[in-house]
Each structure stands twice: as C-alpha cells, then as structure tokens.
C-alpha cells in the first residue's frame, strides 16, 4: 500500500516512465495501483476515458458533475453512459440548487461572477466528491488549449492531496475521433451541432471558425477554465 506521503513521488515518478505508453497501459497502471480508490472524471462531453477505463477497470467509478445548468443532451449523454458501459457512473451535486443560490447570490451569478459560480458548482462538489479517492483520471488533452500544454499524463494534484492521471493527453482531436468511430463510443450530440467543448449551457457557446476548442467556453472574458484543473 502507497502511504499518503509517497503519493507525490509516486506521481512524478509514474509521469515520468509512462509518458510515451498507450492510454490503456496508463489506465491499466492506475487500477493496479489505486484499486477502488481510483476513479474517472467525465464531463459527458465524450466517453472515451471511462470506454477506456472499462476495459481495464470494469465497473469503474465515473463520477459525473450535476451543475444544475447542464444542456439537456450532456444528461443524456450521462444516462446513455451508465446504461451501456460497464462503468458506475456517480453523478455529484452542489450543496446548494439553482433556486438556493440564486436566492443567496443574486440570480445569474455565472454572468456577474463566473469564477465564484464554478467554485461553488463544481469545484467544491469535486472536492468532497474525490475524498475517497487517491487517484482521478480526466480527459485533459495538450492540444485543446495553450493552458493544456503541458499537462503530464500521471501529475500530482497538490490542491486536492491526489495523483491526476490523463490517460489521452497526448492524443489529437483526430486520435479521438479515430477511437470513438472505432468503439462506437457515446459522444454529447452537441459536438456535432457546433459546439467543441461542452460545458454548463449559459456559459457556452459554439465555436467558428478557426478557433480552438475551448473558445466557446466563457466567451468574451478572460475565464478559459472552471477551476477544476487548475
């Protein structure tokens, strides 16, 4: 067993030897390694992580942010997700509803504060959603953003005391597109109506031409990402 003080080490460690490895052998890594206390992220924006996942973790944890402004399609998406694949799909909500917040906040308070909104809506709920995990995976890709550059596929999340593991994120648009059309794997109908990066529906957009993927989150301010990911 890994102590928590050796969770860093570990972390940097494991970034470093499978950096060049497939996305299966890093996931494959992480389940031999964390065991129940390893799970997947999703945004339901795809599902290729927790395809993934599932095949070398069948019935893994795929633990799934409820807003409360999520487009209609994302928890479709989710739902689909939980009935076809062999994954335990646990969907986290906000201490507070819409209602609540908007009574304590002001209403649209992702208008006049979209930093405080996602706080609220989704950074806290991860937080107290992943405590009884040592390991989480995302979908974090290098390409989709200057921000991403340089994420590493196994890093150490010093905010939440965690390893961070992303499985994809070498891969292209391209490899994940090849991947999903391979596994017919469940993407958000949204990604073929104009949207390239589907988070909650007030503060998302669909992106022109040219642009990258993540521009059409919180368009018109400085805000390119919810505070999940640093």
């Known amino acids: 067993m890994t102590t928590a003080s050796e969770l860093p080490q570990l972390a940097e460690r494991a970034g470093r030897e499978l950096e060049e490895a497939d996305p299966l052998d890093i996931l494959r890594w992480a389940a031999d390694t964390f065991g129940p206390r390893f799970c997947v992220t999703s945004s339901m924006e795809d599902a290729v992580v ?12 795929v633990v799934f942010l409820d807003t409360g402004y999520h487009f209609p399609e994302t928890l479709g998406t989710r739902d689909a997700v939980a009935a076809v694949m062999d994954v335990t799909v646990l969907t986290l909500t906000p201490r507070q509803s819409v209602a609540e917040q908007d ?13 405080l909104c996602c706080a609220l809506r989704k950074v806290k709920p991860l937080e107290e959603g992943l405590a009884g995990y040592d390991a989480w995976a995302t979908g974090l890709r290098r390409d989709e953003s200057p921000t991403r550059a340089h994420t590493p596929v196994v890093g150490w999340d ?12 070498r891969w292209t648009q391209a490899d994940v597109d090849a991947y999903v059309a391979e596994h017919g794997v469940l993407t958000n109908p949204l990604l073929q109506d104009g949207y390239a990066s589907v988070g909650c529906a007030p503060c998302t957009r669909r992106i022109r031409a040219g642009e990258d993927a993540r521009a059409g989150r919180w ?12």
Do not use: Q
């Not at 209403?107 to 930093?115: G, I």
């Not at 368009?219 to 640093?230: M, Q, R």
């Open 158 to 169: 010093a905010r939440r005391g965690k390893v961070k593991i992303s499985p994809i994120a």
């Open 50 to 61: 927790a395809h993934l996942a599932s095949r070398v973790a069948p019935g893994v944890d």
């Open 103 to 115: 009574a304590e906040y002001g209403p649209k308070l992702h208008d006049r504060d979209p930093d």
């Open 219 to 230: 368009a018109g301010s400085n805000k390119t990402e919810c505070g999940l990911h640093g």
